[in-house]
């Protein structure tokens, strides 16, 4: 039986509901692992690598007591907290990429950036992307990238053989066109 264009859209809609709301119960991971890795969500939420971003300098020592005299100078309340901050991060001295294990053993890397971290499945190449610090809001660029990767998986490909007919269905002709435009040149 052939679906109608209003069913095979209301396939690909139901589809790729299904798929968002995978994304976003993933992105629960990424909060754990910056939880694990000693990074308080709100605070990278508000203040950005402020919270997690250690100071480079060779001398880490001499670093933590220029912002200690900076707290102790500064007069109003947030610039202290971000002072703070940038004097956890220095102690904790997180790097910015690493690798990180869930509780089931997985392997990840993870990369933070501004007020998030990406993670990348080591063997699945899974990638999650995710800013502090609500796990059910999502940037629609980052889910697409996600989307892509469930489409190429072969266990999530399978709940989305109609979004990726619908994919080939519109990328292909478009395609063609790029290659006829560039012929007719």
């Known amino acids: 039986m052939v679906m109608s264009q209003d069913e095979f859209k209301a396939q690909v809609k139901a589809e790729l509901r299904e798929a968002l709301a995978y994304f976003i119960e993933r992105q629960k991971l990424v909060a754990q692992a910056m939880t694990e890795l000693g990074l308080d ?101 980052k889910f697409m990238f996600h989307l892509l990767w469930q489409l190429s998986s072969l266990e999530r490909g399978q709940k989305l053989i109609s979004t990726h007919n619908w994919v080939s269905a519109s990328l292909e002709p478009l395609l063609d066109e790029i290659t006829n435009d560039e012929l007719d040149m």
């Open 41 to 141: 969500l709100n605070e990278v939420g508000e203040f950005g690598p402020i919270a997690w971003a250690s100071n480079p300098e060779s001398d880490k020592l001499s670093a933590q007591d220029k912002i200690k005299q900076e707290i102790a100078k500064a007069n109003d309340p947030r610039t202290q907290k971000m002072l703070q901050l940038a004097l956890r991060a220095s102690e904790r001295a997180l790097p910015q990429s690493g690798f990180w294990r869930d509780s089931e053993n997985n392997e990840w890397r993870y990369f933070l950036h501004g007020s998030g971290c990406r993670l990348t499945n080591i063997k699945t190449g899974e990638p999650i992307d995710w800013d502090c610090p609500d796990v059910n809001r999502y940037e629609k660029w």
